[in-house]
């Protein structure tokens, strides 16, 4: 049927009486324009246009459960095909399946990528195609120390990602130092530390930061770093805005060193379909950390925003490094979803409370 996706489902037999009011039943709940199953003969077509699948599961299952056991496997192989269906988008809480991505298609597109020179900014980068394993006596450590120092003892291109947030420079009491630099020697001093992610990630890896910029300053604080890390030829992937529900957001800085390209085992990957379809745009929802006071921090990521930064830009057993560590909420979640980490923190308070919330 023109304007949808179809499926078609090859029957083993006629179907009886029962099935086809089963298949009845189900259409009448769905505006037929969006969701229609066609039955004829040995045929079934479902044509897809926009579908709510949990709805599409709990109407199922109350059909289902007035259908005799030799029946069932009809609406469950009607179930299993739209679950395999893996390309769609989402509106309004519905899978789309057609003409989800029109406005995106460009004719001759990779010629005129060609043309325009994509990520010009970062190429002849010099990175080395060559990592090396993680030193062991690191892994899995929460280290006390100044970042910038403790990375120098790491080789180069051992990293897999950078997840972290660096003080703000907003004036906060944090445990270990002061949080009220002047700008200039705030920025050189974290472009220091930055340089030495870039150098401990792999070739492929990614640097992924989360900075609030201080309006009351009129410093753009995502933009300079941003700058900052293009002039050292990372490629720029996009931006997250991180809407914290508080009438506050923060911006997420995603960059990749060498290629956009992630190379690893594809069973290592553990993100769910579902997951990657909610997660990848460009604004996240997330509450802001309601476990501050118990860890004594005054700025720590929520486990959630963690959750997804980890599992949409790195696979099980990858190398998960945050050199401003704080109370540890990176390396937490890094060893729930079984990543190895390094969490480097300059407040031994602050490392004791992150070993606390290892198992
Ligand atoms: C925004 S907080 C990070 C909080 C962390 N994301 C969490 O969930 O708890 C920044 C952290 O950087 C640490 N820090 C400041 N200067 C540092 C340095 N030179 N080396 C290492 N850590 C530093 C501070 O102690 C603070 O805990």
Not at 82 to 104: A, C, L, M, Q, T
Not at 190 to 210: H, P, Q, S, Y
Request: glycine share 4%.
């Amino acid at each position: 049927m023109k304007g949808y996706k179809e499926i078609t489902i090859d029957l083993k037999s006629t179907p009886k009486q029962r099935e086809k009011l089963a298949i009845m039943e189900l259409n009448s709940f769905f505006n037929p324009r969006d969701f229609n199953i066609d039955l004829k003969d040995q045929k079934m077509t479902l044509n897809l246009r926009a579908l709510d699948v949990q709805q599409f599961t709990l109407i199922k299952n109350t059909v289902e459960a007035d259908l005799e056991t030799e029946n069932q496997s009809l609406l469950t192989s009607i179930e299993e095909s739209i679950y395999s269906i893996k390309n769609y988008g989402i509106k309004n809480g519905k899978r789309v399946f057609v003409d989800f991505d029109s406005e995106r298609k460009v004719k001759n597109r990779a010629l005129k990528e060609g043309r325009r020179g994509k990520y010009f900014y970062a190429t002849n980068s010099k990175y080395i195609d060559q990592n090396t394993d993680f030193p062991e006596s690191f892994q899995n450590q929460i280290i006390c120390g100044d970042s910038q120092q403790m990375l120098e003892k790491l080789p180069n291109n051992c990293v897999d990602l950078v997840f972290t947030s660096p003080p703000y420079n907003f004036g906060l009491d944090y445990e270990g130092g002061e949080d009220d630099h002047n700008w200039d020697i705030y920025f050189k001093k974290l472009f220091r530390t930055l340089d030495e992610c870039i150098r401990v990630l792999k070739f492929g890896g990614r640097l992924i930061i989360n900075v609030q910029p201080l309006f009351s300053d009129y410093i753009p604080s995502h933009h300079m770093i941003s700058q900052h890390l293009m002039r050292r030829k990372l490629i720029w992937k996009g931006e997250v805005l991180w809407e914290k529900n508080n009438y506050n957001w923060e911006f997420i800085e995603i960059f990749c060193k060498g290629e956009m390209k992630k190379s690893g085992e594809k069973d290592l990957i553990d993100i769910s379909a579902d997951e990657f379809k909610e997660w990848v745009v460009a604004k996240w929802s997330v509450a802001p950390e309601r476990n501050m006071k118990k860890y004594d921090h005054p700025a720590m990521f929520p486990e959630k925003l963690v959750e997804r930064v980890l599992k949409l830009f790195s696979y099980k057993n990858d190398v998960i490094l945050d050199p401003f560590n704080g109370a540890g909420t990176t390396t937490s979640v890094a060893q729930k979803l079984d990543r190895r980490f390094l969490g480097i923190d300059i407040s031994e308070q602050y490392c004791e409370t992150a070993r606390s919330r290892l198992d």
